[in-house]
């Protein structure tokens, strides 16, 4: 990009923009066929994200902050438990402080949730789709599936389910990457530096791959799987060098995840972080009842970033932040 | 005291780190889809110039150095310090001989130069790219070797020593580049 470019102007070429259009269409048409229904939900939402890695924005309306969805999800869920059957979404979500070569403040978000289906079934969805997208202009070959205990052991050689955190930090230094200083950290943490400094860089970046069975502390919204480990059902898809879907077998259960949430906000109340109003409206719905389903987030700005081959995501942005 | 959050870094951003100022070279954020967010930096300490690698959970603060770049005319020096002045105030500071290891031989009187103040006490000198000297001494020149790739040593006013080409005489002045320590060319009155 060039920096002396006037602020007004786009960020994102003329043909990239037709090639997010054609994208777009190409995604309605995919949905369509398969009977599922666009959906358009409230960005504004009373309750914030409570993910500890998350950081809301907020608006003040007549006296009372709303804030910015970081995803469609629990409004989703809401539809989902109020009938709607099959659903997908295109739409903006926000997420402050989140700023980088692959990161944008405000990014494009494709969400669908699809009844009775396990990760198995979303998986297939995701590769059909993916794959009819990106024969637009750069076809991918077939989908390779791992765990994420083979695919973390088979790159940095520990194993994310038992490693302890003097073992993590040697692996990262055994990479080049310093550990975090300052706090003593956890072993999540330091796993989720292994995966986007170690382990994503050294996916091949034309080949796709799922990745599922994350630690249970890493589920988020997803169901557990007991066992020893308890694992997460919950995967997600790497091509072009990062990470570009997130799918969970979602969980249902109301008083588990009134719990992940207390759980949630407690952590940032110790951090002295945001504590955001709990999204009890979500809570509700699944106490009323949310069918039996998964779902998946799919960050398109990144898909358009493999298919232009480009790897700044402000170049696919019509404006990017700086430019908002 | 001021201080930055993750957020905000960019390179060029100065910091303190363990007491010592730090100036951020490059700046990179990482972050998993559900995971914990950080930034890895690559910073480079103003006193020492060693450059070292970080990693900030995102969102952390770090204390922000006093830092600023100013320029300023370099007056003299009386031995222990060298003197510098702000050209539109008329203020002027003290470089110790730290703070000028790099620059003082190139420094002339009058000649603007960037003063980095790290607590408003000059922290280095950066002399100009080029400067003019004049050659105090030198093997006299060889007539008719203009065109010949042979140097020799050459004394500036200074007291800094660079090689010039065997044509040059003493008492001419040449134009450095103090970045190289390299010889440019001859300044013609």
Same mark, same amino acid.
């Given at each position: ?240 060098? *990062? ?82 | ?83 510098? *002045? ?104």
């Amino acid at each position: 990009m060039d920096g002396a470019d006037p602020a007004w102007r786009p960020s994102a070429s003329v043909e990239l923009i037709r090639l997010r259009s054609a994208v777009l269409g190409r995604l309605r048409a995919w949905f369509g066929d398969r009977g599922i229904l666009e959906v358009d939900t409230p960005v504004l939402s009373r309750a914030g994200a409570s993910d500890p890695h998350l950081e809301n924005i907020s608006a003040e309306l007549g006296g009372r902050a709303y804030f910015l969805h970081t995803s469609p999800e629990s409004a989703m869920k809401r539809l989902l438990a109020g009938g709607s059957g099959d659903i997908f979404q295109v739409c903006h979500v926000f997420r402050a402080g989140e700023q980088g070569r692959k990161h944008n403040p405000e990014f494009t978000m494709l969400e669908w949730y699809r009844l009775g289906q396990r990760l198995e079934d979303m998986m297939a969805d995701v590769e059909s789709l993916t794959s009819d997208l990106c024969s637009i202009s750069k076809p991918l070959p077939s989908f390779r599936k791992t765990s994420y205990r083979d695919l973390m052991r088979g790159i940095t050689g520990v194993d994310p389910f038992t490693a302890a955190v003097p073992e993590l930090i040697n692996a990262l230094d055994s990479h080049g990457v310093v550990s975090p200083t300052g706090h003593p950290p956890e072993r999540d943490e330091l796993l989720d530096l292994l995966l986007a400094t170690v382990v994503e860089p050294a996916l091949d970046p034309e080949q796709p791959v799922f990745v599922y069975h994350f630690p249970a502390s890493q589920a988020a919204l997803a169901r557990v799987l007991p066992g020893d480990p308890p694992l997460a059902e919950r995967f997600e898809l790497f091509f072009g060098g *990062m990470e570009i879907a997130n799918g969970f077998y979602e969980l249902t259960d109301a008083d588990e995840q009134g719990r992940r949430f207390d759980h949630e906000l407690k952590r940032r109340a110790a951090d002295n972080r945001h504590v955001p109003p709990r999204d009890d409206a979500l809570l509700a719905a699944l106490r009323a009842g949310l069918p039996d389903c998964s779902g998946v987030a799919l960050g398109l700005d990144r898909l358009l970033m493999y298919l232009a081959g480009i790897n700044d995501i402000r170049d696919v942005l019509t404006f990017d932040f700086s430019r908002a | 005291m001021a201080s930055y959050s993750t957020n905000e870094f960019r390179s060029g951003l100065k910091i303190l780190i363990d007491g010592d100022p730090f100036i951020i070279v490059e700046n990179e954020f990482v972050k998993p889809g559900k995971g914990q967010a950080f930034n890895r930096v690559r910073i480079r300490n103003l006193k020492t110039g060693r450059v070292v690698d970080k990693t900030y959970k995102s969102g952390e603060s770090v204390e922000a150095a006093d830092v600023m770049d100013t320029e300023m005319q370099y007056l003299y020096s009386d031995g222990e310090f060298w003197h510098f *002045m702000v050209p539109d105030t008329f203020e002027q500071y003290a470089a110790d001989s730290n703070a000028v290891v790099d620059a003082k031989n190139w420094l002339k009187e009058q000649d603007h130069c960037q003063i980095t103040l790290w607590n408003n006490v000059p922290l280095t000198v950066t002399p100009p790219n080029f400067v003019e000297l004049k050659i105090v001494e030198t093997d006299p020149g060889v007539r008719g070797d203009t065109a010949q790739g042979g140097v020799k040593p050459a004394t500036l006013e200074t007291g800094a020593v660079v090689k010039v080409p065997l044509f040059v005489e003493e008492g001419e002045v040449i134009r450095v580049d103090t970045r190289t320590g390299e010889y440019v060319s001859r300044v013609k009155d």
